[in-house]
């Protein structure tokens, strides 16, 4: 697998793999019939560096990596993940996520944190947690599931 | 004191409150050379609507309200306050907090979250904390403060 930087010519790759998780609605706070512009420039935008993952078969994942506040909250970094949903369960955001740590190393960050870990997503929180990140935070219903109904988020924040 | 929705023509009072607290840069995520209409825009921008409290003195405070997140996150509302240096100890922000919390029951939201109060910010913690708030996150050093030095943040939330 090969992670790199995303480029322009990547957006409709990145789309094809945001569009089923940002419709489904279960882990991203994002309305769910988000435009594929507002999509992009969620994903892209701002102070966010974006990397693409792939294998022989093409994009299997793609992460954005951003200070999570600014000013005195800027040496905290933030990250977005999705896989795509024919590359699950082939450790992709395991790799996604250990390059980012080293990207966020490399950036001068000194810590990584997740600010909304809907409490559902019991896969993601697993890759978290064997990878350092302590649960921090637990917000009471804080996400209205469209399968679940109300349930928590989490955040989740490791040094680095 | 009178507590009113914001105007165009309040950006001149909201601004002789911002400045002071964010170029102290204690409180708030923000750099502390942030330009007047960056500040505006973030107090002001977006989702937010601004309410001004005042006496006869003139401005007393400003808060803004705005939902946390979008999607799933959109019934959980975020407020910043910030108090006329001139007028601390007055029980403006209590006053503001009030306001706010009638405000969000009002416009159907069920909850209020802050995502991020600095620990040494022990008056308002304070506050919120006599007035139903609890401590649902702890991040340890997520702030910078120019002051103190690496200190932690806290997540708080109360229902509605």
């Known amino acids: ?7 322009s010519t990547d957006d409709e790759a990145i789309w094809a793999m945001l569009e089923p998780i940002f419709r489904a609605g279960e882990t991203y ?5 988000i435009s594929r512009a507002d999509a992009l420039a969620y994903w892209s935008g ?5 990397f693409m993952a792939e294998d022989d078969s093409g994009p299997t994942g ?8 600014q000013g005195g909250g800027a040496h905290v970094c933030n990250c977005g993940f999705v896989t795509a949903e024919a590359a699950r369960g082939k450790g992709v955001a395991r790799a996604m996520l250990a ?23 019991t896969r993601a929180i697993a890759i978290w947690e064997d990878n350092g990140f302590d649960i921090v935070g637990r917000i009471p219903g804080a996400f209205n599931s469209p ?7 989490l955040v989740m924040y490791r040094q680095l």
């Open 1 to 7: 697998m090969n992670i790199r930087p995303a480029v």
């Open 29 to 33: 706070c994002l309305p769910r019939d």
């Open 46 to 50: 701002g102070t966010h560096d974006v």
């Open 62 to 69: 793609t992460y954005f990596i951003c200070p999570n506040q």
């Open 99 to 121: 390059h980012a740590l080293e990207t966020a190393r490399n950036a001068g960050y000194r810590a990584m944190q997740f600010n909304f870990v809907v409490a559902t997503n």
């Open 147 to 153: 399968q679940h109904g109300y349930v928590g988020a």
